[in-house]
T-cell receptor
Framework: QKEVEQNSGPLSVPEGAIASLNCTYS??????FFWYRQYSGKSPELIMS????GDKEDGRFTAQLNKASQYVSLLIRDSQPSDSATYLC??????????????FGTGTLLAVQP | DAGVTQSPTHLIKTRGQQVTLRCSPK?????VSWYQQALGQGPQFIFQ???????QRGNFPDRFSGHQFPNYSSELNVNALLLGDSALYLC???????????FGQGTRLTVV
């Protein structure tokens, strides 16, 4: 079982629709969860962080966390063609000395159709 | 406020050569992590530096080594390059107790 799993997609949605991206993780001790957006040929850009169960909203983005089900999701409302990118789910893995590393899924490719 | 900067942006090396990649963390950050991202994959953790020491490394051979300087900047060295080392190398900076990490623009390494 992979530590962080995502559907590779592509997920195709029409412009203006809601895009729903999902991620599951295996380490119950994980405390921090992140969504990164990566455009083709570019580096990952942090778009959402979530640390407690429930929803967290930031503009058109909503992150949802359910630690009991080991599940985190990202909703993008009013999807735009500029949202077309690969979305990476990342989970923290605690290292010695209280520092952290990130464990990434393989990413979901989102394509927003005009 | 400068973000994470990496150099060079692109690099072509021959198999067997050695390469050094550089990273300056975001202002206020003291921890640097290096990741390797192969095409179509998520970033894979190589190692992390804090207080000029390697804190932990991922599943990468000893050909991969690094260093952190007193100003928190860092280098990644790869010896005896293999074709399979071709990838996007990403530096991420964070503050020690925060898992939130910010990436530089990456170095695209091609080994021929």
């Amino acid at each position: 079982q992979k530590e962080v799993e995502q559907n590779s997609g592509p997920l195709s949605v029409p412009e203006g629709a809601i895009a729903s991206l999902n991620c599951t993780y295996s380490d119950r001790g994980s405390q921090s969860f992140f969504w990164y957006r990566q455009y083709s040929g570019k580096s990952p850009e942090l778009i959402m962080s979530i640390y407690s169960n429930g929803d967290k909203e930031d503009g058109r983005f909503t992150a949802q966390l359910n630690k009991a089900s080991q599940y985190v999701s990202l909703l993008i409302r009013d999807s735009q063609p500029s949202d077309s990118a690969t979305y990476l789910c990342a989970v923290n893995g605690l290292l010695r000395g209280a520092t952290n590393k990130l464990i990434f899924g393989t990413g979901t490719l989102l394509a927003v159709q005009p | 406020d400068a973000g994470v900067t990496q150099s060079p942006t692109h690099l072509i090396k021959t198999r067997g050569q050695q390469v050094t990649l550089r990273c300056s963390p975001k202002s206020g950050h003291d921890t640097v992590s290096w990741y390797q991202q192969a095409l179509g994959q998520g970033p894979q953790f190589i190692f992390q530096y804090y207080e000029e020491e390697e804190r932990q490394r991922g599943n990468f051979p000893d050909r991969f080594s690094g260093h952190q300087f007193p100003n928190y900047s860092s280098e990644l060295n790869v010896n005896a390059l293999l074709l399979g080392d071709s990838a996007l190398y990403l530096c991420a900076s964070s503050f020690r107790h925060s898992a939130e990490a910010f990436f530089g623009q990456g170095t695209r390494l091609t080994v021929v």
